[in-house]
């Protein structure tokens, strides 16, 4: 399956010109500067650091201020990093905190099964692998951490998207999708049942819905307000992973999601009684 799993991989993009996007490229140098010793830097010395005329630092200074990246003391005139940057940094913190409270649950869980085990979290249309354990047979699926499937294909995408507020729900199906192989699920209706049944049974399948000779189970993750911020996932190859080996793992799979949803403080009793 190693084949198949380069499907998984982005594609080498073209490189583009340099100068394209350059005001990014220094927009991230000034953001960059700034540190525990030097929070607050002026227009002079930020030129001066990245060798750049003042008026350009005082243009892309004043857009990272309108976007909240940077701010400026009204008494200095000097420029600190903003508050939008702490709330990216937070997200960010978070989503390393949950995968790093998940992983031995994610290690047993591979023990179990034998195959490769992820954490992916949705973002927009798409399942955003932040965790992978790699299965340790010699044919398996190898999926690096960030890779992104759209998250209607797979197992660990569908028990995402199956507790999600139904107008996140229909603005992907509004998107639309392609089919990635002859079991691909993309009728409207057909989907919305899809989802349904895993509401209703607590995980996701996927036989062969994105690749063929892929199969897999995913299983939501709950945070403590009950809501669903990750899936895990146990993936492989057809072959191996057969419709009644897919089957004996749920109970594992399911446990492991219940598992990890509690060390996120997720208390079940407390969440059922608030949606009564």
Not at 102 to 113: C, G, H, I, Q, V
Not at 243 to 263: N, P
Request: net charge positive.
């Amino acid at each position: 399956m190693e084949q198949g799993a380069k499907v998984l991989k982005a594609a080498k993009k073209p490189a583009k010109p340099k100068t394209r996007l350059s005001s990014v490229a220094n927009a991230i140098r000034i953001i960059k500067v700034f540190s525990d010793d030097e929070y607050e830097i002026g227009i002079s010395d930020l030129g001066k650091r990245l060798s750049l005329p003042k008026s350009t630092v005082h243009r892309l200074a004043s857009t990272l201020v309108d976007a909240g990246m940077l701010e400026q003391n009204a008494e200095n005139g000097k420029y600190r990093l903003g508050l939008t940057i702490f709330e990216l940094g937070s997200l960010v913190r978070r989503k390393m905190d949950f995968s790093n409270e998940a992983k031995p649950y994610l290690m047993e869980l591979r023990e179990k099964t034998g195959e490769t085990v992820l954490l992916s979290v949705l973002e927009h249309s798409s399942m955003l692998v932040i965790n992978s354990l790699e299965s340790k047979y010699s044919v398996r699926m190898t999926v690096d951490v960030g890779v992104r499937r759209h998250a209607c294909y797979t197992a660990a995408g569908k028990a995402l998207l199956a507790f999600q507020p139904i107008e996140v729900v229909d603005e992907i199906i509004a998107q639309g999708w392609e089919a990635e192989t002859d079991n691909t699920i993309t009728d409207p209706a057909a989907f919305r049942q899809e989802l349904a049944d895993i509401r209703s049974s607590g995980y996701a399948l996927d036989d062969e819905e994105g690749e063929v000779g892929l199969r897999s189970i995913g299983v939501p993750i709950r945070d403590h307000g009950g809501n669903v911020v990750a899936a895990v996932s146990v993936v492989g190859p057809s072959q191996r992973l057969t419709k009644r080996i897919l089957a004996s793992y749920v109970s594992d799979v399911v446990s492991a999601g219940e598992a990890i949803s509690l060390r996120l403080g997720y208390q079940p009793l407390r969440n059922a009684r608030r949606r009564a």
